[in-house]
Nanobody, 121 residues
Framework: QVQLVESGGGLVQAGTSLRLSCTAS????????MGWFRQAPGKEREFVAH????????SYADSVKGRFTISRDNAKNTVYLSMNSLKPEDTAVYYC??????????????WGQGTQVTVFS
């Protein structure tokens, strides 16, 4: 069982940056692919980024490509999401998730409680 705790959300102005962190409990963190998802009010939860077990492979939603960077530190059981050039449409609750393989949202078995990111113009 993996427990995930996100942090780093907040209220920021458009054009600025924010870094989210997600720390996992347990000793099997490197056995999981990690993903970041987000859910805006009234919308479905959507994929933002994923990173492979060792960090060599990443993927991003088109809406964040070039602005967001996912990374992980397996020694610290932590995955990060660095968000630059934030836009009001990035406003959402951001969730990190762990899964044995990357794929659809259903592949991610373990979820954090979420952290709110609000971007104002």
């Amino acid at each position: 069982q993996v427990q995930l705790v996100e942090s780093g959300g907040g209220l920021v102005q458009a054009g600025t940056s924010l870094r989210l962190s997600c720390t996992a409990s347990g000793r099997t963190f490197s056995s999981y692919v990690m993903g970041w998802f987000r859910q805006a009010p009234g919308k479905e939860r959507e994929f933002v980024a994923h990173i492979s077990y060792g960090g060599a492979i990443t993927s991003y939603a088109d809406s964040v490509k070039g602005r967001f960077t996912i990374s992980r530190d397996n020694a610290k059981n932590t995955v990060y999401l660095s968000m630059n050039s934030l836009k009001p449409e990035d406003t959402a609750v951001y969730y990190c998730a762990a899964g044995l393989v990357h794929g659809t949202i259903r592949n991610y078995e373990h979820w954090g409680q979420g952290t709110q990111v609000t971007v104002f113009s």
